[in-house]
């Protein structure tokens, strides 16, 4: 049987909600929360010469640009910062960042011998992130004295392989999709290398000191019912399998969120994680009322709340909490916006977000006895 120990910490909340154990309050942490909104981010990266790269690459930074956000508002986890596509880069795909661009590989997946050459990479080639992941771990601080958990990531096979054989972003999807219906033989190939690299890129993080990873289904919500689950559900739960549940003792939440995966909710519950991931597609008391005591939910404030007047913010946050609904014992619900913060966002909002979710949902705890 799982242990549900944690380890003694400062503020355990997010941790508790995880594994639906009660807490004092909601707590909150946001999907990009260490970005491009904050002016000091901002002055990290023109160090690391204006480079996204240049960033995630080296501990020290990555290190800084993940507790900025911690140091300017009572956010209750960490995230790593890191890129989704650090995975195929180490299988030597040629990730690059361009001024003004996403994210762009050098060498896409094209064909069935591109497909042969595919393996799990050695993962001293993504030691920068496991370095960064201990050095983050320090920055927290130790034992009764850590602010913070820290949660590790990756993104799924899935969403991994459309980037892969896209060569980058994409609005259709064309060449992904058109290798997946044409040869699923390959796809089928890809997405399994993918599934057992992403494990074994979280276990390595897991041992580095992350204590608790996410895996974001990004364009899982870009499948076709029936496709979903055949290609991007089934190997989420195959990286799910083989990921450390504990280590050192102390219990590992897993999360699982897929944008635009709200029709298959109850299968994306089932899969064994701890917690799923919604989007502000989603009620949550709907939500909750599909997946019952399964697992603990997360989200689902729509990013753009965040460019409206701090009053009109604490409107929505209070709607989403009152969406959730009556806490009950083992109800589990870690407040989240439902996709990454915005770049433009208005740095002061984010604060407002932030003390509105533990302040009112302190008062529904008070008013429900």
């Not at 160090?47 to 996204?52: D, E, P, Y």
């Not at 762009?104 to 992941?133: N, Q, S």
């Not at 399964?294 to 409206?308: T, Y």
Request: charged residues 20%.
């Amino acid at each position: 049987m799982t242990s549900t120990a944690l380890p003694p910490l400062a503020n355990d909340r997010f941790l508790r909600a995880c594994l639906r154990l009660p807490t004092d309050c909601t707590p909150v942490w946001l999907m990009r929360q260490a970005g491009r909104y904050l002016p000091e981010y901002k002055a990290t990266r023109m160090k690391a010469g204006n480079s996204f790269m240049g960033l995630a690459t080296n501990p020290e930074y990555a290190t800084e640009v993940t507790i900025q956000p911690l140091d300017r508002y009572a956010l209750d986890a960490a995230i790593l910062f890191s890129d989704i596509l650090t995975v195929p880069d180490a299988m030597g795909l040629g990730l690059s960042f361009g001024a003004g661009e996403g994210p762009k590989f050098a060498h896409p997946i094209k064909d069935e011998a591109d497909v042969a050459k595919l393996a799990v990479p050695d993962m001293d080639k993504l030691r920068y992130v496991f370095d960064a992941v201990a050095s983050i771990r320090r920055a927290l601080g130790s034992g009764r004295e850590q602010r913070v958990p820290l949660i590790g990531f990756s993104g799924s096979p899935w969403t991994l392989a459309c980037y892969m054989v896209e060569g980058g972003g994409s609005d259709d999807y064309r060449l992904v999709k058109t290798l997946m219906y044409r040869r699923p033989d390959l796809m089928h190939r890809i997405l399994e290398v993918n599934a057992d690299a992403v494990a074994a890129y979280l276990n390595a993080q897991i041992e580095a000191g992350a204590q608790a990873v996410m895996v974001f289904d990004s364009w899982g919500g870009v499948l076709a019912d029936g496709a979903f689950q055949r290609f991007s559900l089934a190997y989420t739960e195959r990286v799910l399998r083989q990921l450390k549940r504990e280590h050192e003792g102390f219990r590992i939440p897993h999360i699982v969120f897929t944008k635009g995966g709200g029709l298959w909710l109850e299968a994306i519950a089932a899969t064994g994680c701890d917690v799923v991931g919604i989007d502000w597609t989603v009620n949550l008391g709907s939500a909750r009322a599909r997946v019952g005591n399964k697992v603990a939910i997360q989200g689902n404030l729509d990013p753009n709340v965040l460019f409206a007047e701090p009053e009109q913010v604490r409107a929505e946050v209070a709607r989403t909490l009152e969406s959730f609904g009556a806490l009950r014992p083992g109800a589990g619900h870690v407040f989240n916006l439902g996709h990454g913060i915005s770049q433009h966002t208005p740095p002061d909002n984010v604060s407002v977000l932030v003390d509105a979710v533990h302040e009112l949902s302190r008062r529904q705890r008070v008013a429900q006895g």
